[in-house]
């Protein structure tokens, strides 16, 4: 388990994949702290998004360029997939 300032991040492990819980706030700070959990964790990873409440634009890049590379992004709440759905576009259209 590790903390993301006051938020925290939880992992847990499924017999399909190995699970994060991410809870709380995405932020520049947290970002740094899930992409070290993520790479220390076999693959593949899935993320449960549920109870994030919060992101910022370089956790959605990293969010959909994960899920790109193959990470499941479970339960991920609607703001943020449209969010990502809306960088993707940007992305094909060369923006």
């Not at 360029?65 to 759905?85: K, Q």
Request: with cysteine.
């Amino acid at each position: 388990m590790s903390e993301f300032g006051s938020e925290m991040l939880r992992l847990e492990e499924s017999r399909e994949s190995h699970l994060l819980l991410v809870s709380g706030r995405i932020d520049a700070e947290s970002l740094a702290e899930l992409k070290m959990e993520m790479q220390i964790q076999p693959s593949p990873t899935a993320l449960d998004l549920s109870e994030v409440t919060l992101v910022d634009a370089n956790a959605v890049r990293f969010l959909a360029a994960a899920e790109a590379a193959g990470t499941e992004l479970r339960n991920c709440p609607l703001f943020v997939y449209e969010w990502i759905r809306r960088e993707r576009f940007e992305i094909a259209r060369g923006e």
